[in-house]
């Protein structure tokens, strides 16, 4: 008897860990926040939850009017993989500071174009967009639907309540805050690394490196100069 005390527990937080973990795996975006009317590169999180299947189509629709519609999308290569982007055309035109826009993207289908580029089990894939003019809302809410190579198709989009449970597959959510005031966003590059583009800070290292530099040149020419008009001296003695 004692012995099934002891092992009830811990049996127990083995399948409290095991129920953790599945309701963790699901399509997510990184990051999870962003501020309203800024520039963010989105990741979609999505894992392989089958044992002996493949992830080989990812589907993201994106939200129209009147839910919180993003202005401007642009989609990041992604090695092994082909984008469609479809477009979705407002019977109402968004004013931007760049003007009007009367269509926009509706959904980014991604297809894995061979087999070794597919997400395999154990895995997740990144699937990466550049969100231009997110909306003054406090959150945008996507719907994502996955296929397998099995022909299992899990579709992410039950509703998540404020304040409630989780439903079983919820859809991925941007959470939005308020925008960053006073001073001004520093400019980030994009340099290109093939299948992806890498967001570089600012950075002062050159400038610095540069500033040593001509320091170093002038304390050298100071001691040359020493150096010189003391063997001069020599000399004349």
């Known amino acids: 008897m004692m012995r099934r005390i002891l092992l009830a527990p811990a049996l127990a937080g083995v399948i409290i860990c095991a129920m953790a973990t599945a309701a963790d795996a699901h399509v997510s975006i990184d990051p999870s926040s962003a501020p309203q009317g800024s520039t963010a590169k989105l990741s979609f999180l999505v894992p392989n939850e089958e044992d002996r299947a493949t992830v080989t189509k990812v ?7 009147p839910d919180a519609p993003i202005a401007g999308v642009s ?9 469609t982007v479809r477009m979705t055309h407002l019977a ?75 439903p079983e597959h919820p859809t991925p959510i941007l959470e939005l805050t308020a925008p960053a005031s006073g001073g001004t966003t520093p400019t980030t590059s994009s340099v290109s690394t093939g299948d992806s583009a ?28 020493s150096a010189t008009g003391a063997l001069l001296r020599r000399r004349r003695s």
């Open 92 to 166: 109402k035109p968004i004013t931007t500071d760049d003007g009007s826009i009367t269509d926009i993207v509706g959904e980014i289908d991604w297809v894995a174009t061979t087999p070794a580029a597919a997400v395999k089990p154990g895995e997740f894939g990144e699937f990466t967009i550049d969100a231009d003019g997110l909306p003054d809302e406090k959150q945008v809410v996507f719907k994502a639907v996955q296929t397998y190579s099995n022909g299992a198709v899990v579709r992410w989009i039950d509703p998540v309540p404020p304040g409630g449970p989780e």
């Open 198 to 225: 890498t967001i570089l800070a600012p950075s002062t290292k050159d400038n610095s490196a540069r500033a040593l530099g001509v320091i170093g040149i002038a304390l050298g020419a100071v001691a040359l100069v």
């Open 75 to 83: 989609v990041g290569q992604k090695a092994g993989w082909k984008a």
């Open 59 to 65: 589907q993201i629709a994106f939200p129209t009017p």
